[in-house]
């Protein structure tokens, strides 16, 4: 088994090595030093992989990073591996599972098309669109779960409580509360417009207490700054915000101020990176047979 890692996931994709004791590929990214000045993408196996299961590891967000998915994919079925799964720990445009509007495009439908025409399978996770999506790729694809690699943080940093800050992260939440042997709580959250939340008002036991807040996404960090507030509000000695995925656009970094600490995984490397979902990948591919 070898591991090629698309440059949105080197990090990720070097600790998976570790974890399944497979070989690791480099790429070259750049042509020239500094790429070529328009932006577009290159690639460059550095080793080979006839023959090779291969493990394609590559976030398709920022959009060049999709196009660096594709050619990774295509020259490394054209260098003759023998079976190609792809591990994208977020999948961008992965929104959409649904024509709303006429005319409209189901953008998660779409990537998957384009990842389906040189990989035999295909494992993410924490997909923003609703899970079933998945069932309509044309390869098998699979939702693994980074709230295990959450909740081990959880227990190892001693936290009380865990809170969701809406409906939709309840089953994120309820497995890191597994996993830490922590409690949680959730709330009920109305999205006003993309950069405006508000929140149902309920009681939290969280008096003098150290919570996380944990979402599967942090975008604007909108949802998380409104939760922390009311954490804050309530008593809480102490927030944290968790996530899975940290894409922190615009005014993440201003909105996030109103946390004592901010934790993402690896799927999107950002300096808030602290936990490794490598293990659960790791896992997810072993048991593919
Ligand atoms: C959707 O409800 C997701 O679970 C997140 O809560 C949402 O994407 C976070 O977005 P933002 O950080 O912009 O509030």
Request: proline content about 11%; overall charge negative; hydrophobic content about 30%.
């Given at each position: 088994m070898k591991v090629v890692g698309g440059s949105a996931s080197v990090p990720l994709a070097k600790s998976l090595v570790r974890e399944l004791s497979a070989g690791y590929v480099d790429v070259a990214f750049?042509?020239?030093?500094?790429?070529f000045p328009d932006g577009e993408r290159y690639v460059r196996l550095l080793g080979p992989v006839a023959g090779d299961h291969v493990i394609l590891v590559q976030t398709?967000?920022?959009?060049p990073m999709i196009v660096e998915f594709l050619l990774l994919a295509d020259a490394i079925r054209d260098a003759g591996a023998r079976r190609i799964t792809a591990v994208v720990p977020y999948f961008g445009?992965?929104?959409?599972?649904?024509?709303?509007?006429?005319?409209?495009?189901i953008s998660a439908k779409t990537i998957a098309k384009h990842i389906a025409v040189d990989c035999d399978e295909l494992l993410t996770m924490?997909?923003?669109?609703?899970?079933?999506?998945?069932?309509?790729?044309p390869i098998r694809a699979r939702e693994v779960s980074g709230m295990p690699a959450l909740g081990r943080y959880f227990k190892s940093a001693n936290f009380d409580a865990l809170l969701a800050?809406?409906?939709?992260?309840i089953r994120h939440v309820k497995q890191a509360s597994a996993v830490a042997g922590v409690p949680f709580d959730f709330l009920v959250k109305e999205r006003i417009d993309s950069y405006t939340v508000r929140i149902e008002p309920k009681a939290l036991a969280v008096k003098g207490k150290s919570v996380a807040i944990v979402d599967d996404v942090i975008s604007t960090g909108g949802t998380i700054a409104t939760a922390a507030r009311e954490l804050r509000s309530q008593g809480a000695r102490r927030v944290t915000a968790a996530c899975?995925?940290?894409?922190?656009?615009?005014?993440a970094e201003a909105n996030l101020k109103t946390c004592d600490e901010v934790i993402a995984t690896d799927t999107i490397q950002s300096?808030?990176?602290?936990?490794?979902v490598a293990p659960e990948f790791a896992a997810a591919i072993r048991a593919l047979g």
């Open positions: 750049e042509k020239h030093p500094g790429g398709t967000h920022p959009d445009y992965g929104r959409q599972d649904n024509r709303f509007l006429e005319g409209e495009a924490a997909i923003p669109a609703n899970p079933d999506i998945l069932r309509t790729f800050p809406d409906e939709g992260a899975v995925h940290g894409l922190f656009v615009d005014n300096p808030h990176t602290k936990v490794s």
